[in-house]
């Protein structure tokens, strides 16, 4: 079977990948690989970190693609041969005040209903693991089996196994021949045919593609990296709350610390000064050693987001899967989605994920039907 995947960023690699290992031919299509979202993302691994009121169907989610990432790590670094920069030590979630820290109190108890490990710890104790954390964290959730990976990385081991099928191109219209979709049209005037389509364009808008209610949640991150003698700042990753404001600093193992938190929806694709001043003010908050590092990179870029933070994924019609939406979960989520997306569009059930997954993530959740858009 032949699927064209539109879409280069971690999720259609990961499906494309999938796809692959079931038997498929692949063709991507993305004119800029990699680029988008999944060259921002700091690649936390964080099922149990990322839990927050509200988004009960996302649990199970987060949990099963975390239990998937092992074996999809080792596989595509077995594969490629490429260091995908993961990192085991795991995560601690910082309090920057008492107002903070009955906030990780509070969604500690959450997370250990969704089955979630994780330890109640106090500053000094933080301290004793990770040096660097300022003397004013007063407690901190320690989360051993929450990691991290380097996205660019693992993007990168990715396309590496993509050279002969993937197309620099835009895809411009989904072409469909009565109420199926059969293959793309690029913007360099060619049509290609396939017997499925998945696409993973993120909020990008395609003439003839379902329509879905994806909205653009632009994020700040800044890349820094510690003088010689402080090298290694940081060995696991470090997130917190400062004045109720999310923080996180997520340490890769050549040095580099990606800082990072930042969300707006003011649909500005310029990197915001304002945002640049909150992460590195709340970033020195909890690990004032990150003022005498260098800043060797500023990126924003948008992420997709849905209605209730879930992705979409599932069929469009007898010939289009869509996988998108996956707002701050696309690195966590790309075992899953993959696996998913690739499972949907060539017929297989997806018997192993938890049950009522599949309906938590429709595309139809919010309608009768998702409309084609003729824009």
């Not at 060539?346 to 994920?353: A, E, F, T």
Request: hydrophobic share 40%.
């Amino acid at each position: 079977m032949h699927v064209i995947v539109v879409g280069a960023g971690i999720i259609g690699l990961a499906t494309a990948w999938h796809l692959r290992r079931l038997g498929a031919v692949v063709t991507i299509i993305d004119p800029a690989p990699a680029q988008g979202a999944s060259h921002a993302a700091a690649g936390m691994i964080a099922p149990a970190a990322e839990v927050v009121w509200g988004q009960t169907p996302l649990y199970p989610l987060m949990r099963s693609s975390g239990e998937l990432y092992p074996g999809f790590t080792a596989e595509v670094a077995s594969a490629t041969g490429a260091e995908l920069g993961l990192n085991s030590t795991g995560t601690l979630v910082c309090a920057g005040d008492r107002a903070d820290l009955q906030t990780l109190r509070e969604l500690r108890g959450a997370q250990s209903a969704a089955g979630f490990t994780t330890e109640l710890i106090s500053g000094s104790k933080a301290r004793a693991v990770e040096p660097s954390l300022a003397p004013s964290i007063i407690g901190a959730v320690d989360i051993p089996d929450d990691w991290s990976v380097d996205p660019r990385r693992l993007s990168a081991a990715l396309l590496s196994m993509t050279t002969e099928t993937l197309v620099r191109e835009t895809v411009t219209e989904v072409v469909r021949r009565g109420d199926t979709t059969i293959g793309v049209r690029l913007a360099d005037g060619r049509s290609l045919e396939a017997d499925q389509v998945v696409l993973s364009t993120g909020s990008a808008s395609i003439t003839g593609a379902p329509v879905l209610p994806v909205r653009q949640v632009w994020g700040d991150v800044l890349r820094l990296r510690a003088q010689a003698e402080h090298t290694p700042l940081l060995t696991r990753t470090i997130r917190g709350l400062v004045n109720g404001r999310a923080v996180y600093l997520v340490p890769r193992p050549d040095g580099e610390i990606v800082l990072g938190a930042s969300s707006r929806e003011d649909g500005r694709a310029a990197t915001s000064a304002g945002a640049v001043h909150r992460l590195l003010q709340d970033g020195q908050r909890l690990v004032p050693g990150i003022l005498d590092c260098d800043i060797t990179e500023v990126t924003t870029r948008a992420r997709p987001g849905s209605p209730d933070d879930l992705p979409f994924i599932g069929r469009a019609d007898d010939g289009c899967v869509v996988s998108t939406g996956y707002f701050r979960h696309g690195i966590l989520l790309a075992p899953l989605g993959g696996r998913l997306g690739a499972e949907l569009a060539l017929g297989i059930s997806p018997d192993w994920l938890p049950d009522g997954a599949l309906d938590s993530v429709s595309p139809h959740r919010f309608s009768e039907a998702a409309p084609v858009s003729n824009a």
